[in-house]
């Protein structure tokens, strides 16, 4: 080798990898995926490895990325989060939501409704201490909160990009759900402040999936839904809505001072909606083997709802062949779980509301949509649509388009309402808090109809 050849260089000369901007980097190569075990056969490309973020406490960050299944080149690119917050955007999102592959048995089987249809989907786990991510410094792990996701998220899309040079300058939005409604704004707006110095990302929207926005909104918007759904009884609404609402009970245990009446009311609130109904999609059965655990899978394929596929994902990401074929590695972890634990989140971040950074996004142009599954009682649809409503009041921005239904085929897929040019809300009908698991189709109408910057259908296809 010539000492001034580079070995991206000579990988290229010799394989001849082409790619529309120049060959193919020594990165990509070495984080391509031949194919996972188990998985049907693909015509796109899959690729997973790490990206450090920090060199000196050796932090780095997971990804999968699963290319558009037709035409790539000329797809946006979305990055996908989950929340949790330390809840994997891979074991969930990729292999429970939207992503190409669903577990079952020791296989994989196509997800029909995969967003990879429509877009080149990236999945991060994120921060470290997430699924595979890591730091090399355990004490890293405490107290970890939004601002330090938001500057290592915004490090790994740095660090991405160069990994995948011809992807600098696509169309990008970032997706999330859940607690995903801090760590997306936050990094959108750390994304729009770095291209005011430095041009790198072309962000072209954000969309939220029952989002935690406002805390006191949308917390307390479950004794509605609880009630309204006939989970809790008349008198435990009425003591739920005057005596103990949720905020305040949130706020009364991280601060370690938790009221004797706070106490009784959360207690006969547990005992009515029952452990074995799902918070996270009331109408759906639950897993018996994972009821009691910290986190709930509410993913699932049409009628055919895999209620379990949680374990499922848990004993598949798992599996040495498979970690191997991801080029994934367990540090400081003796397994992958769906959400972190190690990791000890700053729980007061929750308290700081993000829906003034949605503001300051709408504000410059970006176009935003917050949607939720409509069966959820974690982050019901009603402190969502509340929040939205009262952030275009408060923006100045008229209904452009008058709260309506939606059409998936023949059937209603949900409600919507826009406001201006750049703030959208829509229900997802009969979905969770996971919205692309147990309405696939439906999310994907919504899904299409945003990367699109089109109207979501109003009669039937």
């Known amino acids: 080798m010539h000492p001034g050849t580079s070995v991206a260089a000579v990988v290229c000369a010799a394989s001849v990898l082409l790619i529309s901007n120049g060959c193919l980097s020594m990165a990509m190569v070495e984080d391509k ?3 996972l075990p188990g998985q049907p056969p693909v015509s796109f490309a899959q690729y997973s490895g790490y990206v450090e973020v920090d060199a000196v406490r050796k932090r780095s960050l997971f990804y999968y990325f699963a290319e558009a299944e037709l035409d790539p080149a000329t797809k946006p690119l979305v990055l996908w989060l989950n929340g949790g917050p330390g809840c994997s955007s891979v074991g969930v999102g990729a292999f429970s939501e939207n992503g190409p592959f669903r577990p079952s048995g020791n296989a994989l089987m196509s997800n029909e409704y995969s967003w990879n249809k429509e877009a080149n989907m990236l999945y991060l786990e994120s921060p470290a201490g997430v699924g595979f991510s890591y730091s090399t410094d355990p004490s890293f792990y405490g107290g970890v909160g939004d601002s330090m996701t938001a500057r290592d ?20 939005y970032i997706a999330g759900e859940s607690y995903a409604g801090h760590y997306v704004p936050q990094l959108a707006q750390r994304m729009v402040e770095f291209d005011d110095k430095e041009k790198l990302f072309n962000l072209k929207g954000i ?6 926005l406002e805390f006191s909104t949308d917390f307390n918007s479950r004794a509605e839904f609880f009630w309204s759904h006939g989970l809790i009884s008349d008198s435990t609404y009425n003591i739920f809505t005057t005596v103990c609402n949720y905020s305040r009970y949130v706020s009364e245990y991280y601060h370690g001072s938790i009221s004797s009446v706070c106490d009784r009311v959360m207690s006969q609130v547990t005992k009515e909606t029952s452990r074995f109904v799902d918070k996270y999609d009331v109408t759906l059965d639950v897993c018996i083997s994972s009821v009691l655990m910290q986190s709930q ?50 729980q007061l971040d929750l ?31 009603t402190g ?12 100045r921005l008229n209904a452009t388009v008058p709260y309506r239904v939606w059409f998936q085929g023949k059937q209603v897929g949900g409600w919507t309402q826009v406001f201006g040019d750049a703030l959208s809300f829509a229900t997802i009908r009969g979905a969770s808090h996971e919205a692309p698991f147990s309405q696939p189709e439906r999310s994907l109408v919504l899904f299409r109809a945003f990367l699109a ?3 979501l259908p109003e009669s039937f296809e």
């Open 453 to 455: 910057s089109r109207p």
């Open 207 to 212: 969309a939220l999936g029952n989002p935690v």
């Open 351 to 381: 308290q700081i509301p993000t829906i003034n950074i949605v503001g300051a996004l709408v504000k410059s142009g970006i176009p935003v949509l917050v949607y939720s599954g409509d069966q959820d009682s974690v982050i019901p649809l």
């Open 384 to 395: 969502s649509r509340t929040l939205v409503h009262r952030l275009a009041k408060r923006l």
């Open 153 to 172: 998220n915004l490090r790994f899309l740095e660090g991405w990009f160069a990994k995948f040079p011809q992807y600098k300058g696509r169309d990008l």
């Open 297 to 346: 899978s509410t993913e699932q394929l049409n009628r055919a709802l895999d209620v379990c596929v949680e374990d499922e994902t848990m004993n598949y990401l798992n599996r040495k062949d498979v970690q191997k074929a991801m080029h994934a590695q367990l540090n400081g972890v003796p397994k992958w779980t769906v959400c972190s634990s190690v990791l000890e989140y700053k």
């Open 33 to 35: 995926i031949t194919a």
